[in-house]
C-alpha cells in the first residue's frame, strides 16, 4: 500500500528540486515509430506515399529528434504540400541551422513560417489565453471576426472562413485536446504549452495576458490584453489610455460578478472586443469601432441606450445578467449585428421589436414572443439562424399561420431549441390558441440534436419528434396535461431524455406491441441508444414502458429518479449509475437485478424501517453507495455481502442504532467510511477492525459516535485505530 507521484518536467531545475530518487531522462520516440507518426500526419488516410516524397519525408524526419510534437507539426506541414520541390525547401530551410536551446521550435517556427498570412495572424491571436487554457472554437472564431482577421469568401459566411482556417490550424498540430460536446456540438480544446510559447514570442507586447501585473506596465505597442478579473489590476485610472491603438479588452473570468468602482469603464475609441465583468457600465457611445461587445455577471437591469452608437457592432453577448428585464428597443438599428446570444438571463422579459430586420443575424439565443406589434414569431421568418435558440412566451400565439411564420423546419443550422409557453419559468396563463397545434407548427429541421419543450398543456405531442432522426437530447418539462408518450423509445440517435413535473404521464413510452411496425416484438430495441434518463416529480408514473417487450436501453448506463412514488422497475443490467429519491419497497426490490451498478444513490424512503432482504446480495460490481434521509430506517441488511465496495456513506439517518456486524463479509475492499446526522447511532461494529483497506473514517454530528471514537480514550477507538485518515467533527 502507498501513494506515489509521478512528476514530468522539461525543466532540469524542477526535477532537481522535486524528485526523491534518480531523475529518468525520457528518450526519443524509436526512429521507425517516429516515421509512423510523421507519415500519419502527413499523407493520412487518403493521400498517395509517392516513392520520391516518402524519401525526403525521411530526411525530415529524422530532424525530429524523436519528439512526437515535432513529428506531428512538420507531419501537418507537409499534409498541405504535393510537389517534391515544395519537400525540399523545408528539408533544407535555413531554420534547421539556427541555434536554440529548445530543439523543438525550430520546427515549430517552420510550421508556421509555411502558414499563409491570414493563418499566421490567426494562430498567433491565441496567445491572448494563458497557457492551459480551454479555449471555445466558436468564441475564438468571434474574435478573429471583430478584429479583421478574416473575411467572407464567395459562397462562403465569414464563420464558415473561421471554422475552415480553425480546421487547417488544428490538422497542422497546433491545437490538441479536441473535445466535442455531443449533445450540444461544441468544440474546445487547448494549445500543448510550447506551440502558446511560439504564439508569444511571435506577438510579443503586442499581446498581454496580464496575471497579477501592474496595467501601468503596457507597452505603447500593446493591442491585446486578456486578464483574469480587475482584482488583479492596478488603479492605475491612465493605464488604458496610455495603450495608442488597442483592440481587445477580454476578461477571462467571466462567471462572478466582482465590484471594481475604483476602475474606469474603458473609453479607447480603437477597441473592436470589450469583454467584461468587472467594470461599472456607463457610456458606449465612444467605443465606435467596437465589433464584440460582451456583458457578463453584471448587476444591471438595462443595457445603456449608448448602445446605439455602435453601428459595427457584429456580435453582442449577454450572460448571467440575473436582474436584467428588457433590452434597447431600438437595438435593430445595429444592422451588421450577426450574433446575439443570451445566456442566463432569467428575468428577462421583453427583447425589441423588428427583430427580424437583422438580416445578417446568424445566431439568436433567446426569443420571446408578445402581443407587441414587432414581436411575433413572423420575424423569425426570414432569419438564417444556427446554434442555439430558446423560443419563450408560445402561450401568446395567436395561430397554426403564425406558428408556421417561425420556419423553424428550414434552419438547418440550428443544433439546439427549446419552445417555452412561459417567459419567466412559472407555469403560463392559459394560450391564447390551442398548443397542439402551435407546436405541430413550430417542426425543427431534422438536423436538430437536442430538443426542450417546456409547459406545453397539450394532451400528446405532435407525430413529427418520431422524424428527428438526428436528436441526442430531449427535454420534457411542465407539461401536465400530457398523458401520453408515444414513439419516443423508436429515436434512433437519443442518448439522453429528461422528464419533469408532467402530473398525467404513466409510461415513459406508452406504445403497444401493435404500435410496432416489426411483427416480431421480442426483436425490436427499445430506446436503442439511451444513455442517461432522468425522471422528476411523476406522480403517476408506473412503468418505464407499457409493454416491455424486445431489447429494452441496451445502453442506458445513468437513471436517476427523483419523486416518481408509483415507479416500477423492470431488470436493467446495463445501468451503473442510479439515482432514486422518494423510495418505496417495490421500487428498493427492483434494485437487486442491476447487476452492472457501480454507483447507487438512495434518498428519502418515509416509513421505510429495514431494505428487503437479498437486495444488495447480487451487486458484486456496487463500488459506491449512499444512503441518505431514510428517518425510519432502524438497521442497514446484517446478511454476508460479496460487494466490490470502495464508499460507504450513511447519512441523515436519524433513527439507525447500530451498522452491521457484518461489515467485514465482503466489504473488504471499502477505503471511505463516512457517517453524517445519525444521533441514534451509538457505536460501530466490531468487524470495522477488519476492514484493512479502509483509509478514510468521516464522523459528523454523531454526538454519541464521537464521544466513543475519541482518541486513545473512546470506547471504539480500538476498532479504528489502523485507519490512516479519523475526522470527527
Known amino acids: ?49 509517392r516513392a520520391e516524397l516518402v524519401a525526403i519525408g525521411k530526411e525530415i524526419m529524422k530532424k525530429c529528434g524523436g519528439l512526437p510534437l515535432v513529428a506531428q507539426a512538420l507531419g501537418g506541414l507537409m499534409r498541405s504540400r504535393s510537389g517534391e520541390k515544395e519537400w525540399l525547401e523545408v528539408k533544407e530551410s535555413r531554420i534547421w541551422a539556427l541555434t536554440h536551446e529548445n530543439s523543438i521550435l525550430p520546427a515549430l517556427r517552420l510550421s508556421y513560417f509555411h502558414l499563409t498570412s491570414t493563418l499566421k495572424q490567426c494562430f498567433s491571436f491565441c496567445a491572448i489565453f494563458p497557457k492551459d487554457w480551454i479555449i471555445m472554437k466558436e468564441e475564438l472564431i468571434h474574435l478573429w471576426l471583430a478584429n479583421g482577421f478574416i473575411s467572407s469568401r464567395e459562397n462562403l459566411e465569414v464563420e464558415d472562413v473561421g471554422s475552415m482556417i480553425w480546421n487547417e490550424l488544428c490538422q497542422k498540430s497546433f491545437f490538441q485536446d479536441i473535445k466535442v460536446d455531443e449533445y450540444s456540438g461544441d468544440i474546445s480544446f487547448k494549445m500543448h504549452d510550447l506551440v502558446h510559447d511560439l504564439a508569444q514570442s511571435i506577438m510579443g507586447q503586442e499581446c498581454v495576458v496580464l496575471e497579477n501585473e501592474n496595467m501601468a506596465s503596457l507597452s505603447k505597442s500593446t493591442h491585446h490584453i486578456s486578464f483574469h478579473d480587475a482584482l488583479h489590476l492596478s488603479a492605475d485610472k491612465s493605464a488604458l489610455k496610455k495603450v495608442e491603438s488597442l483592440r481587445t479588452i477580454f476578461e477571462l473570468n467571466c462567471d462572478r460578478f466582482v465590484r471594481t468602482d475604483y476602475f474606469p469603464f474603458p473609453t479607447n475609441c480603437s477597441l473592436r472586443v470589450l469583454r467584461f465583468s468587472s467594470f461599472q457600465v456607463s457610456s458606449l457611445r465612444s467605443l465606435i469601432h467596437l465589433r ?99 423560443i419563450k412566451g408560445l402561450k401568446d400565439v395567436g395561430s397554426l399561420s403564425h406558428a408556421q411564420d417561425a420556419n423553424l423546419t428550414a434552419k438547418k443550422e440550428l443544433h439546439e431549441v427549446c419552445l417555452s409557453w412561459s417567459v419567466d419559468d412559472e407555469i403560463p396563463e392559459t394560450p391564447t390558441f390551442s398548443s397542439e397545434q402551435v407546436l405541430e407548427g413550430l417542426q425543427p429541421h431534422t438536423n436538430l440534436k437536442s430538443l426542450k419543450i417546456h409547459y406545453y398543456n397539450g394532451l400528446c405531442f405532435p407525430s413529427w419528434i418520431q422524424t428527428l432522426t438526428s436528436l441526442v437530447s430531449l427535454e420534457l418539462k411542465g407539461c401536465n396535461n400530457c398523458v401520453r408518450l408515444s414513439g419516443l423509445g423508436k429515436l434512433p440517435s437519443l442518448k439522453q431524455l429528461q422528464l419533469c ?39 403517476r408514473l408506473e412503468r418505464l414502458l407499457k409493454v416491455e417487450r424486445g431489447e429494452m436501453f441496451p445502453c442506458l448506463s445513468i437513471l436517476k429518479i427523483y419523486f416518481c412514488s408509483q415507479l416500477r422497475l423492470p431488470c436493467l443490467p446495463y445501468v451503473k449509475h442510479l439515482d432514486v429519491f422518494d423510495c418505496n419497497n417495490e421500487l428498493l426490490s427492483s434494485i437487486s437485478s442491476f447487476y452492472g451498478l457501480t454507483t447507487l444513490f438512495l434518498g428519502r424512503g418515509t416509513g421505510i424501517t429495514s431494505f428487503p432482504e437479498g437486495m444488495f446480495r447480487k451487486l458484486t460490481c456496487l463500488q459506491s453507495l449512499e444512503i441518505n434521509s431514510f428517518s425510519n430506517l432502524k438497521e442497514l441488511p446484517n446478511e454476508p455481502f460479496n460487494l466490490a465496495l470502495d464508499s460507504l456513506q450513511v447519512s441523515s439517518c436519524k433513527d439507525i442504532e447500530s451498522l452491521p456486524e457484518k461489515i467485514r463479509e465482503g466489504l473488504q475492499s471499502l477505503r471511505t467510511l463516512t457517517i453524517n446526522y445519525c444521533k441514534e447511532l451509538r457505536c460501530l461494529p466490531e468487524g470495522i477492525r477488519h476492514l484493512t483497506s479502509l483509509e478514510v473514517l468521516d464522523i459528523y454530528d454523531c454526538p454519541t459516535l464521537e464521544e466513543r471514537c475519541k482518541k486513545e480514550t473512546g470506547k471504539d477507538w480500538n476498532k479504528i485505530a489502523h485507519i490512516p485518515n479519523i475526522i470527527i467533527r
Open 501 to 539: 413535473d408532467m402530473d398525467n404521464v404513466k409510461f415513459v413510452d406508452d406504445n403497444d406491441e401493435d404500435d410496432d411496425e416489426s411483427h416480431d416484438s421480442m426483436g425490436v430495441k427499445i430506446f436503442p441508444s439511451l444513455e442517461v434518463l432522468i425522471l422528476e416529480s411523476l406522480p
Open 1 to 49: 500500500r502507498g501513494s506515489s507521484i509521478l512528476v514530468s518536467t522539461r525543466d532540469e531545475d524542477v526535477a532537481e528540486i522535486v524528485r526523491t530518487c534518480q531523475t529518468y531522462h525520457l528518450s526519443g520516440l524509436p526512429e521507425n515509430e517516429c516515421w509512423l507518426l510523421f507519415k500519419q500526419y502527413a499523407f493520412g488516410h487518403d493521400k498517395e506515399e
Open 292 to 390: 464584440y461587445l460582451e456583458f457578463c455577471s453584471l448587476n444591471i437591469e438595462n443595457i445603456p441606450d449608448s448602445i446605439y452608437s455602435l453601428h459595427k457592432l457584429e456580435i453582442l453577448k449577454l450572460k448571467n445578467l440575473t436582474k436584467l428585464r428588457c433590452l434597447p428597443q431600438l437595438l435593430a438599428c445595429l444592422q451588421n449585428l450577426r450574433h446575439l446570444v443570451i445566456e442566463d438571463c432569467d428575468a428577462l422579459s421583453q427583447l425589441f421589436p423588428y427583430i427580424g430586420k437583422l438580416t445578417c443575424l446568424r445566431t439568436l439565443g433567446v426569443y420571446i414572443v408578445s402581443l407587441e406589434i414587432g414581436q411575433s414569431l413572423t420575424e423569425l421568418r426570414d432569419l438564417n439562424l444556427g446554434g442555439k435558440l430558446s
